[in-house]
């Protein structure tokens, strides 16, 4: 894939992943800052590290089902394996300015 095409699924991804809500905050998990990182490789592999908001999370299996489900249907993408981790631990601080502003937190 060229650099063009892959800059173009890479911005899909971003827009895709900003339509997957965690349910218990009904914010995106982009702009809570779940996401950290995303990686995808010339042959349309896509690997994401992300975490919870916290580990015992009810909603975690609803969460990376429709993870999976939205990115798998991207052009180009051809597969998404999304590892869970804690490290560093999610706070607060890692959400965008719009997600503190949409739960009254500035």
Do not use: H, Q
């Not at 009810?58 to 969460?63: C, E, G, L, N, S």
């Amino acid at each position: 894939m060229t650099p063009e095409e892959k800059l173009n699924i890479e911005e899909k991804i971003v827009e895709y992943l900003r339509t997957v809500v965690d349910p218990e905050i009904a914010v995106d998990v982009y702009s809570l800052g779940l996401i950290y990182k995303i990686d995808l490789a010339d042959d349309g592999a896509l690997n994401i590290d992300m975490t919870l908001t916290a580990p015992n999370c009810p909603m975690a299996d609803f969460i990376l089902d429709d993870i999976n489900m939205k990115l798998s249907s991207i052009p180009g993408v051809t597969s998404v394996n999304v590892n869970l981790v804690f490290e560093p631990e999610w706070n607060r601080d890692m959400m965008s300015e719009e997600a503190k502003l949409e739960l009254g937190l500035l």
